[in-house]
């Protein structure tokens, strides 16, 4: 029986993955590493910055520290806060499929890569705080998506058992995470012809309901 609903986060709840992938790219190009936003975004929406930047130094063969990968990581994010508090856009059908959730008495939870600080502004600006039960950071765990690591503290905190979860995901990385986790995933996605991680695919949010729920 399904008790609870993990969200992502950034392209799920709030359109801010593109805000993500170009502060990202931007830093990035500067840096010598020639990647376009869209190419993050496809390539790696859901994963920590200095998971990603780290890999992209060492393959770029570019003399480059840690703590100065770091030092990046940590600005992009302070960037990133001035401008969620600017403007956060929610995702089209958002504030209705979590008050359908919430009227079913599932318990909700979000689960996202974005630093506490930025999870918090976004739920705060959407007027949503009061929505989840549990707000979960990729910062707070040793391994970011794809591993499980983020879904399982979610769950723990939501207590409840990873298969009485379904995670909603936008990012290939955070589907194959749930997978990780044994949790089973909705997909949302621009095109569902297109091969995903995830056990059903959704163009929209109007389109998870209690009946594709309860399929699952």
């Known amino acids: 029986m399904i008790k609870a609903i993990i969200f992502d986060m950034d392209g799920v709840i709030s359109d801010t993955q593109k805000i993500h992938s170009a502060l990202e790219s931007e830093i990035l190009n500067n840096h010598g590493i020639k990647i376009t936003p869209e190419e993050i975004t496809a390539k790696y929406s859901g994963r920590r910055a200095i998971d990603f930047f780290t890999e992209l130094f ?31 856009p929610p995702i089209p059908g ?41 707000l979960t950071s990729g910062h ?37 995470a749930a997978a990780a986790a044994k949790m089973k995933c909705i997909g949302y996605v621009p095109d569902k012809d297109k091969k995903y991680p995830a056990d059903i695919l959704v163009t929209h949010l109007d389109e998870i309901t209690l009946e594709l729920i309860g399929v699952l």
């Open 140 to 176: 707070e765990v040793k391994d970011g998506k794809p591993a499980p690591d983020v879904f399982l503290l979610a769950a723990e905190r939501l207590d409840v058992l990873p298969h009485e979860c379904i995670v909603i995901e936008d990012g290939i990385s955070g589907m194959q």
């Open 58 to 88: 060492k393959e770029a063969d570019i003399d480059i520290s840690q703590e100065k990968i770091s030092k990046l990581v940590h600005d992009k994010r302070d960037k990133m806060i001035e401008s969620l508090k600017k403007n956060t």
């Open 94 to 134: 958002i504030f209705e499929l979590v008050d359908r959730l919430c009227n079913a008495n599932l318990k909700l939870g979000i689960a996202s890569t974005s630093t506490l600080p930025n999870i918090n502004v976004v739920v705060d600006k959407l007027n949503l705080k009061d929505k989840f039960t549990v």
